[in-house]
């Protein structure tokens, strides 16, 4: 039963992503609410999304769909990834459920402000 939990929320996500090109504001919140800690949510986001994301600039970069120059201004960002990984497993699960529930409120609101 659980596998087929996990294969249903892959479908979801899947379908999300392609729709929003957003993986980890869904993700991250269903994997904690069927009892992942926040630590085990963000990595396995983390890691899905690295193999969504390779598979996806072979085939941007296929139909020449990518500018070089936004790619090295967002680079810079990208790097701090490995920073801010170490940094959020070192606080407490509490504070980053809190975390996480404020970010997704936020990104809820602006995304419905700016419709």
């Known amino acids: 039963m659980f596998i087929l939990l996990f294969v249903i929320l892959g479908l979801f996500s899947g379908a ?9 504001p869904f993700l991250v919140p ?7 800690n ?6 396995t986001c983390l ?10 600039v072979v085939g941007h970069s296929k139909t020449k769909n990518m500018y070089t120059r936004v790619i090295l201004a967002f680079l810079p960002g990208a790097l701090t990834i490995a920073l801010g990984a170490n940094i959020s497993i070192k606080f407490d699960e509490l504070f980053m459920k809190l975390v996480i529930g404020i970010f997704e409120v936020v990104i809820g609101i602006v995304m419905i402000a700016t419709v």
Do not use: D
Request: hydrophobic share 60%.
């Open 38 to 43: 926040s630590g085990v949510a963000r990595g």
């Open 30 to 36: 269903a994997l904690m609410l069927i009892g992942f």
């Open 47 to 56: 890691m899905s999304e690295l193999l969504i994301t390779i598979i996806s």
């Open 16 to 24: 999300i992503l392609a729709s929003t090109g957003m993986l980890g």
